[in-house]
């Protein structure tokens, strides 16, 4: 029987040259690396450098110009009056083009419109002269192209989630259209003439041009779409296209598809690409092998591989305007919560330390908030960012967390709290809550708090029942205005979904929609103090990160241009070059 | 027989329009609303929509509409892939899945076999203790750590197979299948081993020997028949279960297959997908028993297809 | 064989007369032993068996007091300690367990850059939590989620199995419906169904695995059942007079033991899987708490560079594995009457 001990024996060894052969052969590799190692310490232990992006850098095309590309999840919709996801408004932005469209420099410029619109002086009517465009079947793109795509997406039929949500309160009689009280041809649109599409809207709104680029104004031809039926939209054979791209080899379902060039683009010759293959590949780590493989162009890097990967030659910190947040909710199952007492609700915003949890824990370019309006995002008359005029709130400071802490379990007669933080089911999301976890808990003596993640399908219910204490929520903007941010949280409002209510906030929101409108000083200023009722004095949600993202780039692959809102990419200025 | 067999086929109708039926009023427990967008719509769009999908009708009358289109083999249309049917999803995520699944089973199962009868034969010899080992190793590391090890070595560092994607042919099936094979392979190495030694020590297999049968005849003839019966009960749903259970390795291998497809409709709470992935396995998973029950009677003579006490 | 002797000399003298006593032909000259005991006498003669046994004894024990041996909490993050490779004091001369790991690719010793005097046996996760302490931590987890998973999946799984097989009939024919029509739903459903409609947690996790895994013991048995209930010494037995009780405890339970325990050694490590399976497709444990299963998700994620997180749950998971497979053929080999030498 000794052979038997000698089995268990053979059975450990095997198994740990098996486990350590993975870590032993990556070892060597490195050792021609370790020379010069210094250098490589000193970036690590401080902050890495902002990388240059290398799409910056000029280079001359290459003559086969393919781009394979990876993207998180499969296209839901490309029906512009449908679609609602990342992935589908990133589709339709490079296969459609509405009025205006952001360019390389991430300004709104007229597009589908030929210059730029003519807006009367009361901020009301705005006027479009098209260009000479074409649609891929050769036909011209005209004025009652937007007309019918404007009324499609406002119909309540439709179905349309971003029509009634972007052209409600905007566009003249969109809210009663949307809400059956009225036919669908009152909707302010009108086709003066072939070239000439006119909107009225309802009230001044400064952003308005913003929106122009946004997937739900692009037009839609009628004729195709009703000729189509049902099937409109639902495959690459079913869609009519009038932007750089057309999509082939998307068969509704599928996890690829492929943009080729349109040559009947107005702006064709400044699209470089004539292919670029997209595959879905929803594991990070495998996005990555294929990209070191060279299947791909670019791959995002995510989660736990963040931290391996942000110092490597070719990746690529890619700001992102979505900023993250914990809402606090102050009234579940009709009864008041702890949160409702606004010390509580400041001394967990201010009992967690962002700046190490950005860097170590999220590790992926993200920045600390201390705001609800990103970074980089909303800018005045002069060109000067909206952060620099509202400063910080909220920021992390425990003994001011721990005074409030005393104060608020006094004010609630108790002297200890358990609550839940709900959250998504992500790797990352789950690596945070058990942070917060441990920082809210350590800081804050008598506090425990339990962690629920859920997902985010799950998540959007219980946020729409109020069934839950904290949650840690997020919001990208779809229009380059603070008001896509401060909207949020007016009394009632559609995202509230926490009864906070501060009278004050809602009259400076309202303010910025009405008597402001037309003075952009003087809203900011509101948008300023809005920030600062919501965050410092009513802490009604506690800010956490804005996000950022870290993307493996191949240096031959230049010129993609990534929005701060609406569709996240454009392909249309992209090239290959020196591959 | 027959008269079994038709029994058998009208209980695996019942059986379908019981899952059928439990998984519909399962779904109307799941959190969330079917309509991902839901909270962006105003009421009259909510009211407008949910006629669209018929989810505005009472409770028996969806369920009603429901069986209705099911026998007439419509599994709805998803909410998540707008406008589009259950029936094309799931034929078009099918194939990659089933290959998968089938070039794993059969890869699994023959060596697995084969491993298990040489330990058996060879029993308490180093044969015997090295393809016990590797079965156990089969078992002991989760499929998607394997296939992750796969991935790294043979397709990252070696490059003699795609690190994934389904669009190189059998190339792409090479590696995904390997993975999934584990599981088939330790279970089945073990399962033949155990089995065929207790058989070897039976009666009748020293009958067998006494009477001069050789070793290949004992072995294929009377003992690996015997030893099948346990391995068939384990397999069938196993073979099921590599269709479903892929979807970890689908995911690593970024595969577009069904089992990836049906997590993914689980997150979205896309509930017509749900229904009809979940009514397809079970339709699939219950063929399968049903075939194991009948290959018992073939392989076992002694066993009564009818049961019956007795 | 104990009674092979060497063969002596022998004389006339050596030889008693003995009479023939018809009380002593009805003795019994062996001790009598339980069935248990007459296992463990068998088992003890298997020395892979009870080398498994010592390690899976200690492994256990590491999972009691493994969590206080290093002074470092399960729970406790320090961030600034984050991602450290494995550093034992003693063994770092060795060039392994030095702290030296791997960053942007290059080799560099983490404790010295971040500037860390304690000494993490195992490393540290991405909120610079101890890892020797969660993995025995997970290693207690699992193994409590898994023993008991086994143990209601194999009574639930005998006693649904027996019965079916048994009495056959209608009674088998309704008993097997139910288990196709629960064996039909897929696992991923009830379990996530069961996820929502409990809070999250161990008992939640136990609760999905045995809600249909004993379907596959319920099978096995049944088959067996099946099997023998129709071979000739049960015939002969129910021949005799022998009652369905007699019958199943006497003949058909001991010929299916070896089966019954293989299949749950297969369980055992199979609940520890599916556990972290549930982790991987994200509606496993809820985070703090920790199991092998969350614990190897982790470490796979990041295993090309920082390949420790990944290593020691690995080894804890296989020689777990490889011990309760041993001890499960060890028992068999000892509880199979027809296999005993």
Request: some cysteine; glycine content about 8%; hydrophobic content about 45%.
């Amino acid at each position: 029987m000794k052979s038997n001990k000698w089995l268990l024996l053979m059975a450990l060894t095997l198994v740990l040259s098996m486990f350590l052969a993975a870590c032993g052969g990556s070892k060597d590799e490195d050792k021609p690396a370790a020379d010069g190692d210094d250098k490589d310490k000193d970036a690590a232990t401080e902050e890495p450098e902002e990388k240059q992006h290398a799409k910056d850098e000029e280079g001359e095309p290459d003559a086969e110009q393919v781009l394979h590309l990876a993207e998180s999840a499969a296209i839901p919709s490309v029906d512009s009056s449908i679609v609602e996801d990342a992935v589908g408004f990133n589709v339709l932005n490079n296969i459609n083009e509405g009025l205006y469209r952001l360019n390389q420099e991430n300004i709104a410029e007229p597009a589908m419109a030929a210059e730029e619109a003519e807006v009367s002086e009361d901020g009301l009517t705005y006027t479009f002269k098209l260009r000479d465009a074409m649609w891929a079947d050769e036909t011209p793109v005209t004025a009652d192209d937007f007309v019918y795509a404007w009324q499609r997406a406002i119909d309540p039929a439709t179905g349309s989630p971003y029509g009634p949500f972007m052209m409600s309160g905007v566009v003249e009689n969109a809210t009663a259209i949307s809400e059956e009280k009225m036919e669908v041809s009152e909707l302010g649109v009108k086709a003066i003439d072939e070239k000439t599409f006119e909107v009225k809207l309802e009230r001044p709104v400064p952003y308005f041009l913003s929106l122009m680029s946004f997937g739900t104004f692009y037009p839609l031809k009628e004729e195709f779409v009703a000729s189509k039926g049902d099937a409109f939209a639902t495959n690459s054979d079913n869609l009519l296209s009038n932007g750089p791209f057309v999509l082939t080899k998307w068969d509704g379902t599928g996890d690829s598809w492929t943009y080729v060039k349109n040559e009947n683009y107005w702006d064709a010759e400044n699209v470089k690409l004539t292919e670029i293959n997209v595959n879905v590949v929803k594991d990070s780590a495998t996005a990555i092998k294929l990209y070191q493989d060279g299947k791909l162009d670019r791959a995002g890097v995510s989660g736990d591989l963040a931290m391996q990967y942000r110092d490597d030659e070719e990746a690529v910190i890619q700001p992102e305007t979505s900023v993250f947040y914990f809402k606090f909710n102050q009234e579940r199952d009709g009864k008041e919560t702890p949160l409702a007492n606004e010390n509580i609700r400041k001394a967990i915003a201010k009992s967690f330390e962002k700046e190490d949890m950005v860097d170590v824990v999220l590790a992926n370019g993200s920045l600390a908030a201390n705001f609800l309006v990103p970074t980089n995002f909303a800018f005045d008359e002069n060109e000067k960012d909206f952060r620099e005029l509202s400063g910080n709130h909220l920021e992390y400071n425990v003994e001011e967390a721990q005074d409030h802490w005393k104060k608020g379990l006094e004010e609630l007669g108790v002297e200890s709290l358990d609550l839940e933080i709900l959250g998504g089911d992500t790797e990352l999301s789950k690596k945070m809550d058990e942070y917060f976890k441990s920082q809210l808990e350590g800081n804050l003596e008598g506090l425990s708090i339990s962690l629920k993640e859920v997902p985010f399908s799950v998540r959007l219910d219980l946020d729409g029942n109020q069934d839950y204490d904290i949650q840690v929520s997020g919001w990208g903007p779809d229009f380059q205005d603070p008001i896509s941010f401060l909207d949020l949280f007016v009394t009632d409002g559609t995202n509230n979904l926490m009864s906070y209510s501060n009278p004050e906030y809602d009259k400076l929101i309202e303010d910025s929609k009405g008597e402001l409108a037309l003075k952009p000083e003087e809203r900011y200023e509101a948008f300023a103090k809005a920030e600062k009722i919501l965050l410092d004095e009513d802490a009604a949600i506690a800010p956490i990160y804005q996000r950022g993202l870290i993307f493996l780039h191949k240096p031959h692959f230049k010129g993609l241009v990534d929005h701060p809102f609406g569709a996240d990419y454009s392909f249309k200025w992209a090239y290959m070059s020196g591959k | 027989m027959v008269k079994y067999i038709g029994k058998r086929i009208v209980y695996m109708f019942i059986t379908l329009i019981l899952i059928a039926t439990a998984s519909f009023f399962l779904m109307q427990t799941l959190p969330g609303s079917p309509i991902a967008s839901y909270n962006k719509l105003n009421d009259t769009q909510k009211a407008i929509v949910e006629k669209k999908y018929g989810i505005d009708k009472p409770k028996p009358v969806q369920y009603a509409i429901y069986m209705k289109n099911l026998a007439k083999g419509d599994l709805g249309t998803s909410f998540v892939f707008k406008g589009k049917s259950v029936n094309d999803l799931l034929a078009k995520r099918l194939k990659p899945s089933l290959i998968l699944g089938a070039q794993a089973m059969v890869f699994g199962t023959i060596v697995g076999i084969l491993l298990g009868m040489l330990a058996a034969l060879k029993h308490n010899t180093f044969w015997d203790y090295g393809s016990t080992f590797l079965a156990i190793l089969g078992i002991s590391i989760p499929s998607f750590v394997f296939a992750s090890l796969l991935q790294y070595w043979i397709a990252s560092e070696w490059h003699l197979l795609p690190v994934g994607l389904w669009n190189d042919g059998w190339k792409s099936s090479v590696l995904p299948s390997l993975a999934l094979a584990m599981g088939p392979l330790a279970l089945s190495a073990r399962f033949i081993r155990t089995e065929m030694i207790e058989v070897l020590n039976s009666d009748y297999i020293v009958l067998a020997k006494a009477k001069g049968a050789n070793g290949f005849e004992i072995a294929f003839k009377h003992a690996f028949r015997n030893a099948l019966i346990p391995l068939i009960t384990v397999l069938g749903p196993l073979a099921a279960g590599l269709v479903t259970g892929s979807l970890v390795v689908e995911q690593i291998f970024a595969i577009p297959g069904i089992g990836e497809q049906f997590v993914s409709s689980i997150m979205t709470n896309d509930h017509a997908t749900i229904m009809g992935t979940t009514l397809m396995f079970s339709a699939f998973l219950i063929v399968v028993i049903f075939i194991v029950d009948i290959l018992y009677g073939v392989i076992d003579p002694r066993i009564r297809v009818s049961g019956g006490k007795g | 064989m104990r009674n092979e002797n060497e063969q002596e000399k022998l004389t006339p003298e050596d030889f008693e007369r003995v009479t023939i006593d018809a009380h002593h032909s009805e003795r019994i000259e062996k001790p009598s032993l339980s069935f248990w005991q007459d296992a463990w006498l068998g088992l003890r003669k298997n020395k892979a068996a009870i080398v498994s046994m010592v390690v899976l004894l200690l492994v256990i024990l590491m999972a009691l007091i493994g969590p206080h041996l290093n002074g470092h909490a399960g729970d406790t993050q320090n961030l600034r300690h984050a991602n450290l490779p494995p550093k034992i004091p003693g063994i770092e001369a060795t060039g392994f367990f030095d702290g030296d790991g791997k960053l942007a690719g290059k080799k560099v010793d983490l404790y010295e850059m971040k500037k860390v005097d304690e000494y993490y046996w195992f490393g540290t996760d991405g909120l610079g939590r101890d890892l020797f302490t969660r993995l025995w931590e997970g290693t207690r987890v699992s193994l409590f989620i898994a023993f008991v998973a086994a143990a209601i999946d194999m009574v639930i799984g005998v006693a649904y199995g027996g019965i079916s097989g048994y009495f056959g009939g209608r009674t088998d024919d309704i008993m097997q419906r139910i288990v196709e029509i629960l064996i039909g739903i897929p696992t991923l459903i009830v379990v996530i169904l069961m996820i929502m409609i409990m809070d999250p947690g161990i008992t939640a996790i136990i609760v999905a695995i045995t809600i249909t895994g004993w379907i596959g013991m319920s099978r096995i048995v049944r088959a067996q059942t099946l099997k023998y209930k129709s071979q000739e010494f049960v015939l002969a037995s129910r021949t005799l007079g022998a009652k369905d009780g007699k019958i199943i405890t006497k003949h058909l339970l001991p010929n299916m033991l070896g089966i019954i325990i293989i299949n749950t050694m297969f369980t055992i490590p199979n609940a520890i899987f599916f556990e972290a399976f549930l982790s991987f497709i994200g509606i496993g444990l809820q985070p703090p708490a920790a199991s092998l299963g969350t614990l190897i998700n982790d470490g796979y994620k990041v295993m090309e560079n920082q390949p420790y997180v990944l290593l020691f749950p690995a080894i804890v998971i296989s020689v777990l594995m490889i011990a309760f497979n041993l001890i499960g053929d060890g028992l068999r080999d000892a509880l199979d009457p027809k296999m005993k030498d």
